[in-house]
Each structure stands twice: as C-alpha cells, then as structure tokens.
C-alpha cells in the first residue's frame, strides 16, 4: 500500500498576511530557545537551589549579577577560581545548613544540629544548581554565539552531557575531600528492606484491631487500606496517591469455568517520574485486574465496591454490596461494566494525601510493635521481587516501570532470604524455608508490649520547660490582658504551637521509653527470665479523637483478620461451597464484611456492631450443629455416622490403587502450618489426633503379613476389655474374662461406640467380632490388635499372632484380597505391632 504524502500547501505570493506571519515566527523562533519540560518537584528543587546559591554570591562574595554569570561561563572553560567558589558555596551550604532539634534530657532544651550529614545530598544540590545555571545563564550565551556573524562555538558553554568536564570533577571533589572535611557518609542512611507477605498483612490486621491505638477518619482508614494493597504490588506511591474514580472500572464477567457471574476491578495505573510533554505510546500505562478472594483482609474488590457504594458513584442505584452482586444480569453476554454517574470520572476514589499515607504508616508500623521505623519503599521492593521469577522480567519491569539493570542493581533487599549454606554444600538437611522465610519478614523482632504513650509525670515535666512556659504566656496575654477569644487567628496559632510541640516532646519521650524497654527485655530474655514483671505500658494520657468509630474499626478487624476464628465464618459465609474464589458469587447469610465496612464508611455504628452479634450467633448455631454430624474434610460434606463418612471417603476421594500426597485443606482453611499426607491411614490418624475423631474416616483393608515365628511375639498387659475398660493380656487372659463376665446372651449396643455418639447393636458373638475388627481394629474375644494395610500397601511387624479357627474363615469372606497369592496360602497373620 503506498503512503499518502502530505499536500503541499499553494504558493500565494499576493498574501502579505501569510508572509508577515512568517517572519514573525522566524524572529520569534531566532530568540526563542526550547527549554526541556519538567515535573513540577523536580522545578521547585532546582528553583530552590538556585536561590541558595544567588543568596551566597551577592550576600557572602558581594558580587553583582553580571560577575556571578561570569562564575558559570568560567566553570565552562574550566577555570579555577570559577570552580573553586563553587566549591566554597557547597563548603558553606555543608557548614551552615543546620535546623533546631529539641531534647528532653539533659540541660539544653534546644540545640541547633547540621542538616547534611550524607554526600547524596550535596552531589543532588550540585546537580541541581548546575541544570538551573545551564538553563537560565548559558543557555543566554549559546543564543547569542548561534548568529551567524559569531565564530565561536556556541556548544562550549554547557555543563551537560559530554561537555561536563568540570561538573564531574566537582562531583568527585564531593565524594573525596568534601566528605572527609565534614565527616559526611558515603552510604545510605537507611536499610533497604522488603515487606513481605507476614508484613503486610500485621500492617493491615494492626490497623483495624489496634484501632484505638491508631485514630483517623474511617474514609482515611479505608483507603489507607486499600492503598498498601495496591503499593504491595510494587507501583510507586506518587502512581496511586490521590487515584480518580476514571481509572478504575467495575465489571461483572462470566466464569469460564463455572459460568457464573464475577465482580472484577480494573485498575489504570499512570506511571509517575516519566519525560513531560512526550508522545505517548501506552507503555506508561499499566492495567491490571482484581477479583473477589476469601482473605477479605486482601480483597481489593470489596473495598473498591464499598467506598464506590458509599460515595454512591454508581450510574445504577445500588443500596447495598449484596445487591451488587445479585442485581446485574449478563443475559447473553460475557461482561458488562457498572459505570459511574456523570461528575464522578474526575473525583478521586481514595482521597488520601500522601503526608496522612505516611502518618498512618509510621504509627501502625509503631503499634504493631516494631523496634525500627519501615519506609512505604519497602512495599515496592517486596512486591518487584515476588513479582521477579514468578512472571515475566518484561512484565516485572513494566510494572516497576524501570529496566533489568536498575532492578537488579536498587531494588535488592540486604538481607537473602534463602538458606546459603545449604546451597554452597548441598546440604540434604530438612527444609528450612518457612524458617527463612520468616528471618526476612521486616517484623521478625516486634513486641508488640511496648510502650505506646508517655506518662502523666512525663506530660508534667513538658509544662516546666522554658519553651512551653513561653508559648503559654504568650497565649494568656492575648488571652486575658487583650481580652480575645479563642477564635481569633494568633489565638489559634499560638495554641498550634503548643499542640505541636508536646507532640514533638512526647515523641521523643515515647521512643526513649522504648529504647528502654527493648534493650531490657532483650537482656532478660537472653539470661532465660521472664518478663512478666515488667510494668505494664501507660495508657493513653490524650484526648481520643474519632472516638464513636473506634470500636467499630476493631470489630471489623476481627473479621478482617484470617487468623482469627470470626474471620473463618464471615469467609465462609462469603464463599460457603469450598476455599476457592471461584464462589464469590453465592450467599448463604448476610455479607458480614461488606456490610460492616458500609455502616462504618456512613457513620453508622452501632449496626457494625449488630451484624457481628448476628454474625456470632449464627456461628454458634452451626458449630452446634455441626458437634453431632461428621464432616468430610476434603469435600465439607456432612453424615450422619462415621461409618457413612468412610464409605465417603472410599467410595469419592481414594478410589485408586495408588496414592497421591496432598496436603490437610482443613490445616490451611485454619491457617494452621501445612501438613503432608503421605498415606491414607495418616489422614485417618491426622484428622483423629488434630480434627476430632467425629470426622475420621476409616482408611484401612485387610492386615495381611507373612507368617513369623511365634517365638517373636511379645506380650504386654495392654488389652483392653471394650465392655467394661479393664486391662488384660491379649489373648487367653482377656478371653476368660470374656467368658466369664461378658457372655453374649441377648442384644447390646456396643459401648466405645456409644462413646463417641453413635448406636451400634451386638446380636451375637460372631456380630461382635466383625464389629470390632472393622471398627475397632482388634479382636473383640482375644484383645489382639490389628495393624492396618492400607490399599495395597503391605505392612510388616516382629510381633505377630497367628489367626484363631474361629477367626479365620471370617476374616477371609469378610475383606477384599490386595494380595491374591498371600489369600490363597492357609498360612495367614495378624499383625501385633501397636499397642492401645
């Protein structure tokens, strides 16, 4: 296909119009030089800068402006005096920055500390002051050397690029000279850390349930929360600070897999630090899609859906997140979108600054008893390196919106969290990585006990200060002596000042008090003593804000939180059928989170806390109901026996001759430690030991073993009589008293099984046999226990005992041969190799 030239416009000489304009834009463009756009932080910094060093030439060196510009154009030409007085205004930048810090011990109230104390400071303020003189000094001179009557070469008289001889020597004069001179460091002043997973969920957990502790406005608490979600992705905060309703859909999608409907958020994210003014090509975009999970502490969809429902941004009425969910109808279609009213498109969702992001972060990360202070960075870093190796580095780099090489160079936390060792000598130790997994987590060493306030004598000792006596006497004369009232604007600011400076004070007296705590019960608990007589922290000596939404924030914290029981109700009252999020859409009770996070975004309190007095009474009712059923715990199917359970369990989950390893769902639907089940007769004996009984299935088929001596047999008074409870010797000792006490003359119901609820009658002597040796694993006469071979797999024991006559001819109508040669020999045993 040919491409289409532009046409070129006709010549029309007799146009005096057009001809004025162009040389109009020929002067225009003659004067006019392009200046690169730029962000507007990245401006005020370099406006900044060059203030600081506009101050320094004409109040400190006395120069006119005419000689500071002489300064750069001989910095150009690598003069050194030129780059000596640059270096003198770093020197006095590094000398004289300094601000006013309080203290709380010792005789100075205040002290005035340098501000500079690393070399990326400096080299950043360089920089910065060397861009604003390119662009407001030099770019003047190469202007005028560009006529074309000039011979000199306008490209001298830069500092970027290739030309910046000079702006990197001063930069290695930083790193060297300048930083030995004031003791500056050339490392970071902060630990690079990831947040893991564990982290972020206590970041999360911490500010529902400690919200007494973490006062704010719950539209704050909501996107705070729904903002570290986002931020764990790895996105930078400036990406989804202040995120407008327009770049996050809503949709409901078919399921391809169960064809029912699915509540999905789509989100856009405008990626930040990019070139101004730039054609865009859509790869500063990244768009990624959430949908509805069981950790509702994790759903993203449910807190984008309640605060849209709150702020009633939806074009369809909604009244409530179940109707959310049930109302849309997807007819023939695959996905529709619930758009938003007209006006809302440029409303932001989540309107949170960043200074309050970052208030709530920090006193979290404190309540949640964390020794060091965790920068928001720390989101990003552990979202790139969970994101890197599970997906594409294209894809990784995409979202970080940064290359391989910058990754793999800035965004590595110090500390590895695999085992090294293990790897160098190819250790076949057991596996470790729970445990290192959990030496990464940025919280391994939290107390949450700490000390949170300052004490009413700390508070008291604040008021004896001179700088607080001088605010308040200051305060008292407009007060008392100029008769104003507390409205009036010096009133205030005065007041203000108070305000801030016993925060202040009682800051530093808080982390005092814990530096105090940890070092303490770091000694006590390394010489093995307990910390129980350690004082109990102080309370809260404030004035509580937000105080009516408190306990409902804790409340839902409850059921946020997936380690605690609530939490388990209120998610399968979400997703009744199983764990998988395939279920979003089916409702057995009301949505308990949901619910409660949309009274709690309109103020309304105390219906919080009726939904969770429902929420709990519901939760008695079936865990009473469910005491007298068993339940499957690989499929949630309830029976009314256990007999009806193993026939489950047979029948439905282990139907094959072979057996495939899998881990306990009841363990993880718990948020117990994984447990793996190698055998089917370990998942008996798991659910047993860890369930209950009430929900163990029967696994096992017929004992089986090659004969042995008699001779190995060992004996131990170990057999006990499941009529009366009584110890005796398997075998002839527990069959005389058999005989002797318990003959089988009329029907019975066998007792251990009406211990554990259920009615099974004895007719006869050879019912009660079958029964125990099906039920009970032993010989109901004798005593004699039965090791169980489970589904072909053959166990074999020293101790045996031979099958009895009587024995016999049962055992081989009764059960199933895996083993078709071993049945059809007459030398058959039973196994005796546990003990009861």
């Known amino acids: 296909m040919e491409l289409q030239k532009p046409p070129i416009p006709p010549t029309v000489p007799d146009d005096e119009e057009r001809k004025r304009r162009a040389f109009a834009d020929v002067d225009e463009f003659t004067v006019t030089t392009h200046e690169r756009s730029l962000c507007k932080k990245t401006k005020a910094e370099r406006e900044r800068a060059w203030r600081l060093w506009n101050r320094f030439v004409t109040d400190v060196l006395q120069l006119t402006q005419k000689e500071a510009d002489k300064i750069w154009f001989g910095v150009c030409q690598n003069k050194k005096k030129s780059i000596a007085i640059c270096k003198s205004f770093l020197a006095d930048y590094t000398r004289y920055a300094r601000c006013r810090r309080l203290y709380i011990d010792g005789t100075e109230e205040q002290k005035q500390v340098r501000t500079v104390q690393s070399v990326v400071t400096i080299i950043a303020l360089w920089k910065h002051i060397v861009a604003q003189a390119d662009a407001v000094v030099l770019a003047k001179r190469r202007d005028q050397d560009s006529n074309e009557d000039s011979d000199e070469d306008s490209e001298q008289w830069t500092l970027l690029g290739n030309r910046g001889k000079a702006r990197e020597e001063v930069i290695q004069w930083i790193q060297s000279t300048l930083a030995q001179k004031f003791n500056l460091s050339c490392k970071q002043t902060f630990e690079k850390t990831e947040a893991t997973t564990d982290d972020v969920l206590l970041i999360l957990s911490t500010l529902w349930e400690r919200a007494v502790d973490i006062p704010c406005d719950p539209r704050h608490r909501v996107a705070f929360h729904t903002l570290v979600l986002i931020g764990s992705i790895g996105f930078r905060p400036g990406t989804y600070e202040n995120m407008l309703y327009r770049q996050v859909k809503l949709l409901v999608v078919r399921d391809p897999d169960t064809k029912e409907p699915r509540l999905i958020a789509q989100i856009t994210i405008n990626q930040n630090k990019l070139s101004v003014n730039k054609i865009d090509k859509g790869a500063d975009v990244v768009i990624f899609s959430a949908t509805m999970v069981p950790c509702q502490i994790l759903c993203l969809v449910t807190f984008v859906a309640i605060q849209a429902l709150q702020d009633d941004a939806f074009e369809t009425e909604f009244s409530s997140f179940d ?6 109808n997807l007819e023939d279609v695959d996905c529709i979108e619930l758009r938003w009213k007209d006006g809302m498109q440029e409303k932001p969702i989540f309107p949170l600054k960043y200074y309050k992001f970052l208030e709530l972060w920090n006193r979290t990360w404190l309540v949640a008893g964390n020794r060091t202070p965790l920068r928001p960075y720390a989101l990003r870093i552990g979202g790139g390196n969970k994101i890197d190796g599970s997906l594409t580095s294209a894809i990784r780099n995409h979202i970080l919106s940064h290359n391989t090489q910058t990754f793999e160079t800035s965004y590595q936390a110090r500390h590895i969290p695999h085992n090294l060792m293990s790897f160098v000598f190819d250790s076949t130790s057991e596996d470790d990585s729970k445990l290192f997994k959990l030496l990464a987590s940025a919280s391994l060493r939290r107390d949450d006990k700490a000390p949170l306030y300052p004490t009413a004598a700390t508070l008291e000792t604040f008021e004896n200060r ?67 007589d350690m004082p109990a922290p102080p309370p809260n000596p404030f004035r509580c804000s937000f105080g009516p939404s408190l306990p409902a924030a804790t409340i839902i914290g409850r059921y946020l939180n997936p380690k605690d029981p609530v939490s388990d109700t209120a998610t399968k009252m979400l997703f009744p059928n199983s764990t998988d999020s395939g279920s979003d859409q089916t409702t057995q009770k009301r949505l308990a989170v949901p619910e409660m996070l949309f009274a709690y975004l309109n103020d309304r309190y105390g219906e919080v806390e009726g939904i969770a007095q429902e929420m709990e009474q519901t939760a008695s009712e079936h865990k009473k109901a469910a005491s007298t059923l068993s339940t499957c715990l690989l499929c949630l199917q309830s029976f009314t026996r256990r007999r009806n359970l193993s026939r489950h369990h047979r029948s439905v989950h282990f139907t094959a001759t072979t057996f495939e390893p899998f881990s306990c769902p009841e363990c993880q639907r718990q948020g117990k430690e994984e447990y793996r089940i190698e055998r089917a007769s370990e998942w008996s004996n798991h659910v047993e030991r860890v369930h209950g009984s009430i929900n163990t299935p029967d696994l096992f088929t017929t004992p089986i073993v090659k004969p042995t001596s008699m001779a190995t047999t060992t004996k131990s008074k170990s057999a006990p009589c499941l009529r009366c409870g009584q110890l005796f010797y398997a075998g002839n000792s527990l069959s005389r008293h058999m005989n002797k ?40 006469q004798t005593g004699v226990v039965i090791d169980k071979v489970e589904f072909g797999v053959l166990f074999y024991s020293p101790n045996v005992v031979p099958l009895t006559k009587l024995d016999w001819p049962r055992r081989l109508s009764c059960h199933i041969d895996p083993f078709g040669s071993y049945l059809r020999s007459r030398n058959i045993y039973l196994v005796n190799s546990r003990k009861l």
Not at 502 to 515: F, G, I
Request: charged content about 30%.
């Open 741 to 780: 006490y318990h003959r089988i003359v009329e029907p019975f119901d066998c007792p251990e099984c009406k211990r554990e609820g259920e009615n099974i009658q004895i007719n006869d002597l050879a019912s009660w046999l079958t029964h125990t040796l099906d039920v009970h694993g032993c010989n109901g």
């Open 323 to 328: 109707e959310l969910l049930q109302r849309p």
């Open 466 to 532: 001179e700088d607080m006596k001088a605010l308040r006497a200051q305060r008292r004369h407009l007060r008392e002596e100029l008769q104003l009232s507390a409205d009036n604007r010096e009133v205030k600011q005065l007041s203000a000042k108070i305000g801030d400076l016993r925060t202040v004070l009682s800051n530093l007296a808080v982390k005092q008090a814990r530096e105090n705590y940890f070092a303490k019960v770091d000694s006590l608990r390394a010489r093995g003593l307990s910390t129980e």
